[in-house]
């Protein structure tokens, strides 16, 4: 397929080479080295690619000196270090680089934002600029195919998901997501000393699956799942920080009848979830279309916002007696509320206990019409319309 340009890679470019690492965290498959690779491709000769997988760069990270750093790099004005989180000292390393060696300049990739965060957040403190790069988002796909035939694909979109490969295979995507489904999906986790249940992980995302668009609970997913509240709610934290699954915790400021504990959880990617549960069938006859239609806007919504500076606080809001607000974005400037509807013929309206409760928020209804507006970055920039 057609490489696809990513938002991210603009930003990445004009920061290179300001004695900063570059850091790019993500789901395994989801084109952080595709797009490096983009990134550098004027300067291939000069490029330096490591693999973290790999024994001997292990080994050799593992009591790098500047002077070694030196016999490594050569000539070379920049190092990439792939699946950086497979190195021990990987932090450590980094730091000596953006230190000792002004004119290179350090790259990193990691599928394991909880691995390869813990190992470079103290060392490359104030040295390194950490991007997101999630599967390919509504704004990147409409800028490469069209905005009509973008739109035109959303069903498509809410079925099989948008990581690259799915997107650049339709007509073999069933299969493509039934491997990134399975053990693949999980390689960092299943690696970790302390996962003594891996068995859990499948019956934890299923549930979930199950679940999707309406609240989650601890105590009943343990119940589902056969394991205890701690354990549940550890593993939910590591198949978030391996960006399988993301939260969102319910709004309060207090107000009479607010819930104020719950979360809901939805997918990193729409097709993984479809394909977690085997289920690919078109939206007219699914019983679940509003919560894939409430995943996808949320999730689009993320992808569109992961990289600012200072992102919104999101939430779901509800009451006790279940009046309900979908999508909630607080900021310096105030509340958004977002209601979603799958049918655009639906009548909605934000509920009458929210405004009353916050009368100065901004409030607005997505559906299949407008829902453009909302995931694309350019919403995050100005007053919504």
């Known amino acids: 397929m057609d490489y696809i340009t990513r938002t991210a890679e603009a930003d990445i470019r004009s920061r ?23 990134l550098v491709r004027d300067m291939e000769k000069e490029t330096l690619w490591l693999n973290g997988d790999a024994p001997d760069v292990q080994a050799a990270m593992e009591s790098v000196t500047v002077a070694k750093w030196r016999q490594i790099i050569g000539k070379k004005t920049v190092v990439v270090i792939d699946e950086a989180q497979r190195i021990a000292n990987v932090g450590m390393a980094m730091k000596l680089v953006t230190d000792e060696l002004p004119g290179v300049q350090l790259i ?49 979109r809410l079925l099989f998901g948008s990581y690259p490969e799915i997107v650049g295979h339709q007509a073999d995507a069933q299969r493509l997501l039934g491997s990134l489904a399975g053990s693949y999906l999980y390689k960092d986790l299943l690696m970790l000393d302390g996962l003594k249940k891996p068995s859990l992980l499948g019956k934890l995302i299923r549930a979930v699956a199950l679940q999707l668009g309406s609240e989650v609970k601890t105590s009943e997913l343990a119940a589902l799942t056969g394991a205890d ?30 819930i104020k504990k719950g979360r809901k959880i939805y997918f990193h990617d729409i097709g993984i979830r479809n394909a977690v549960l085997g289920n690919f069938t078109p939206l007219a006859s699914r019983a679940d279309a509003g919560g894939m239609w409430e995943n996808y806007l949320v999730l689009e919504r993320l992808k569109s916002q992961c990289n600012l500076s200072f992102p919104p606080r999101r939430y779901f809001w509800r009451t006790l007696d279940q009046r309900e607000v979908d999508y909630i974005e607080e900021t310096a400037d105030g509340l958004r509320a977002y209601e979603f509807k799958s049918n655009a013929g639906t009548k909605a309206k934000i509920p009458a206990a929210f405004t009353n409760a916050y009368p100065d928020a901004v409030c607005g209804i997505v559906t299949p019409d407008n829902y453009e507006g909302f995931v694309s970055g350019s919403c995050c920039k100005q007053e919504d319309r």
């Open 16 to 38: 290179l080479f300001k004695r900063k690492a570059v850091i790019v965290f993500g789901p395994r498959q989801s084109g952080k080295t595709t797009m490096i690779r983009h």
């Open 108 to 156: 990193a990739s990691g599928s394991s934002a909880f691995d390869l965060a813990g190992k470079t957040s103290e060392p490359l403190t104030g040295r390194a600029l950490e991007y997101r790069l999630l599967p390919l988002s509504f704004e990147e796909m409409a800028a490469h195919y069209g905005l009509l035939a973008e739109k035109g694909c959303r069903e498509q």
């Open 229 to 258: 509240n701690k354990t549940v709610d550890r593993y939910l934290d590591l198949l978030e920080k391996s960006f399988v699954l993301f939260a969102l915790p319910a709004f309060s400021r207090n107000a009479r009848n607010e």
